[in-house]
Every structure is written in C-alpha cells, then in structure tokens.
Nanobody, 123 residues
Framework: QVQLVESGGGLVQAGGSLRLSCAAS????????MGWFRQGPGKEREFVAG????????HYAESTKGRFTISRDNAKNTVYLRMNSLKPEETAVYYC????????????????WGQGTQVTVSS
C-alpha cells in the first residue's frame, strides 16, 4: 500500500512554469510505476507523463512532450513534474498515481491516487 500527496500547484501566467511534487508513504515506492494525470473542468482524466520504477524510462502525452519533465527520487519517495510553457487550457487538477503496469496511460491501470493539486494558468 502506498499513499500519495501532491503539492506545488498554484496560479501561473501563460508561458510560466511550475514544479509539482508527489510524496509517497511506505517502503514500496520504488517498486511502483508512477504517472501524472490531469482533469480539467468538464473533462475526463487524461494522462500527462509516466516514469518507470528506476526512472530509466519516461513517456509523455503528445501535448506535453518537450515542455514537461517527469522525474523521481526513490531515496526521497518522491516523483516530480516540471511544467514549462504552460497554456490556459492546461488548467486542471493534477494527480499523481502509482501502478504496476509498465508504460500504461490508462487511469484504470493505476492502483493508488493522490488527492490532486490545482493548477490554474491565466491568459
């Protein structure tokens, strides 16, 4: 079992940057594939970025590739999402999630979720 707590959200102007953090409890964090998802107003939850257990492999949604960077520090039980060049349409609640299925982009494949952190991008 792992519990996840996101932080780092806030209000930023279009073109700005934020770094989200997700702190995990428990001693099994390094055994989980981690992902970031987001859910905007009236929208379905969508995949943003994912990272393998050892951080050796990352993958991104096409819309975030080149602007977002996912990373993890297993010694600190934390996964990060650096977001650059943010756009107003990326206003959403951002969630981190832990799962076992390598490279999955489906929310249903992730077993544990944080409560989310709000990111608002103003135009």
């Amino acid at each position: 079992q792992v519990q996840l707590v996101e932080s780092g959200g806030g209000l930023v102007q279009a073109g700005g940057s934020l770094r989200l953090s997700c702190a995990a409890s428990g001693r099994t964090f390094s055994t989980y594939v981690m992902g970031w998802f987001r859910q905007g107003p009236g929208k379905e939850r969508e995949f943003v970025a994912g990272i393998s257990t050892s951080a050796g492999i990352t993958h991104y949604a096409e819309s975030t590739k080149g602007r977002f960077t996912i990373s993890r520090d297993n010694a600190k039980n934390t996964v990060y999402l650096r977001m650059n060049s943010l756009k107003p349409e990326e206003t959403a609640v951002y969630y981190c999630a832990a799962g076992r299925l390598f490279l999955s982009r489906l929310p249903g494949d992730y077993d544990h979720w944080g409560q989310g952190t709000q990111v608002t991008v103003s135009s």
